[in-house]
């Protein structure tokens, strides 16, 4: 039986992930919202198949399409998702209780995700994550900076106790260019709202990240996949702020011809 349940997933080209995704939702979801920025692969038919409304949006940011999918919903509860992630059976049953029996005011659940990293689980480093992904829609609200906004209700939210989880880059390949994707995007916000690079950060938060990650998280109890999670840290907090640099380096470039007239 579906609940009152929209499940939101946003896309690009993500055939590889979208059916695992949409196979541990469809017995709860009265409703599925895919929004695709341009899909190539077989994403749509794959959305399709299972039922979901797809609906193209050309990309507008991480938060702007995420608030889109969730104004499209119809139902009083929504279910925020990646493509490459998917609940267990045992947090399906969960929201299924949950959304069953009624909280009297509360607008949100948060979840935890567990990541799966170069072929194994990460039980350290990367988790706990507290994730707020089930919410009221009427009191929800997307905020934040690009790349990585977030989800805001405004009442009281409530943890359930099991995992989500993740499945996240294929390989290193494709975590360097979403790192150097993320790290580029972020500095182009940062650099609207008027930040410049710090030669301080740039020569010292590399080092602060990776040991924050590799001691205080625990990365080296996963083993050598945590110190390779805990370095991709501390090279995006590098990438950062070059960035940043380059972006201030290109605006003098090109005011400097107007400067000598």
């Known amino acids: ?21 949409l196979a541990s939702v469809q017995a709860l979801a009265a409703e599925i919202v895919v929004v695709d920025s341009g899909s190539t692969d077989a994403t749509q ?22 608030a889109y999918a969730t ?18 059976p045992e947090l399906a049953a969960e929201i299924r209780h949950v959304l069953t029996e009624g ?3 509360v607008d949100g659940f948060m979840l935890t995700r567990r990541t799966q990293y170069l072929g194994a689980w990460m ?24 790349p990585h906004g977030r989800v805001e209700v405004a009442g009281r939210t409530q943890r359930l106790k099991h995992d989500f989880l993740h499945y996240t880059y294929r390989d290193l390949d ?17 650099y609207a709202q008027g930040k410049r690079m710090s030669p301080v950060k740039l020569l010292l938060s590399p080092w602060f990240r990776f040991l924050r990650d590799l001691i205080l998280k625990g990365a080296w109890r996963d083993g050598w996949r945590g110190v390779l999670i805990a370095w991709a840290g ?10 940043l640099y380059e972006l201030e380096h290109e605006a003098q470039r090109h005011d400097a011809p107007h400067q000598r007239k």
């Open 1 to 21: 039986m579906s609940l009152p349940l929209s499940v939101t997933v946003i896309t690009l080209n993500e055939e590889r992930n979208l059916e695992r995704c």
């Open 45 to 66: 038919a794959i959305a399709e198949r299972f039922g979901a409304r797809f609906v193209f949006n050309a990309w507008p940011g991480n938060v702007a399409q995420n």
């Open 71 to 88: 104004a499209l919903c119809t139902h009083p509860w929504v279910l925020s998702l990646d493509a490459d992630e998917a609940l267990t």
């Open 103 to 105: 909280f009297e005011g």
């Open 123 to 146: 039980w350290h480093v990367w988790y706990p994550e507290r994730r707020l992904r089930l919410v009221r829609r009427d009191a929800a609200r997307w905020v934040g900076p690009d």
């Open 174 to 190: 494709d975590q360097y260019r979403k790192l150097l994707s993320y790290a580029h995007s972020s500095a182009r916000e940062r």
């Open 234 to 243: 501390a090279f995006s907090s590098f990438l950062k702020q070059a960035y």
